[in-house]
């Protein structure tokens, strides 16, 4: 989803050619700069402002899932418990039929809403970004302002589709770091770096020697 967005402000500004890019950080007549509206995107859908609502809205198809699954689990168990010649069975059976159609239809719902939830979240932040990004050039005399990530490096190599997304979403290879306006677009919005993710600690190559506890 938020590879897609970034391909289509890739799409809008990959027709420009960098040039004219200023260095001293001032100002930049008709210069062009850079910007990482993706990863900015990606750690503003973590803040206060979208966070604690997709979370709610994903806890409401969760507490509807939890509801039919405790039917169907109380009905399973109903069942188990009677015999084949109980005059309830076939009645017991058709509702554990309905309980689980009814469950498969909710969970194939919340997939669909909760699609859609984020998407309309991200298309909500974006909207936000582009505006302020474009602000920020302006007000610091840029002419054009390119969508891109900065690093080379793909550290998502799951499958070809994954990287050809990330290759499209490096239209710059080349650019001086004083014409990128990540960072200050970040400082401008307030949105938080996210910490670093936790290492797991190396192991080492050698057992300890049983003969060590002697």
């Given at each position: 989803?938020?590879a897609?967005?970034?391909?289509?402000?890739?799409?809008?500004?990959?027709?420009?050619?960098?040039?004219?890019?200023?260095?001293?950080g001032?100002?930049a007549?008709?210069?062009?700069?850079?910007v990482?509206?993706?990863?900015?995107?990606?750690?503003?859908?973590?803040?206060?402002?979208?966070?604690?609502?997709?979370?709610a809205?994903?806890?409401?198809?969760e507490?509807r899932?939890?509801?039919?699954?405790?039917?169907?689990?109380q009905?399973?168990?109903?069942?188990?418990?009677?015999?084949?010649?109980?005059?309830?069975?076939?009645?017991?059976?058709?509702?554990?039929?309905?309980?689980?159609?009814?469950f498969?239809?909710?969970?194939?719902?919340?997939?669909?809403?909760?699609?859609?939830?984020?998407?309309?979240?991200?298309?909500?932040?974006?909207?936000?970004?582009?505006?302020?990004?474009?602000?920020?050039?302006?007000?610091?005399?840029?002419?054009?302002?390119?969508?891109?990530?900065q690093?080379?490096?793909?550290?998502?190599?799951?499958?070809?589709?994954?990287?050809?997304?990330?290759?499209?979403?490096?239209?710059?290879?080349?650019?001086?770091?004083?014409?990128?306006?990540?960072?200050?677009?970040?400082?401008?919005?307030?949105i938080?770096?996210?910490?670093?993710?936790?290492?797991?600690?190396?192991m080492?190559?050698?057992?300890?020697?049983?003969?060590?506890?002697?």
């Amino acid at each position: 989803m938020l590879a897609g967005i970034a391909l289509a402000a890739v799409a809008l500004f990959a027709s420009a050619t960098v040039s004219g890019s200023r260095q001293d950080g001032n100002s930049a007549s008709n210069g062009i700069a850079t910007v990482d509206l993706l990863t900015l995107l990606e750690d503003m859908l973590q803040t206060e402002d979208f966070k604690p609502a997709r979370d709610a809205y994903r806890e409401e198809w969760e507490t509807r899932l939890d509801a039919l699954q405790t039917q169907l689990q109380q009905i399973e168990t109903e069942l188990r418990m009677s015999s084949p010649q109980d005059p309830g069975v076939r009645a017991l059976q058709q509702q554990y039929q309905q309980t689980g159609f009814e469950f498969q239809q909710v969970q194939r719902e919340a997939a669909m809403g909760f699609d859609q939830f984020n998407a309309e979240q991200a298309a909500e932040a974006y909207q936000t970004l582009h505006a302020e990004a474009k602000a920020l050039a302006d007000s610091m005399g840029y002419s054009h302002l390119m969508v891109s990530r900065q690093e080379g490096e793909i550290t998502e190599r799951g499958n070809l589709a994954t990287v050809t997304q990330e290759i499209l979403a490096r239209p710059v290879v080349l650019a001086p770091d004083a014409d990128d306006l990540t960072a200050r677009l970040r400082e401008k919005l307030s949105i938080p770096v996210p910490p670093e993710p936790e290492t797991l600690p190396e192991m080492t190559e050698d057992a300890p020697d049983a003969t060590d506890a002697e």
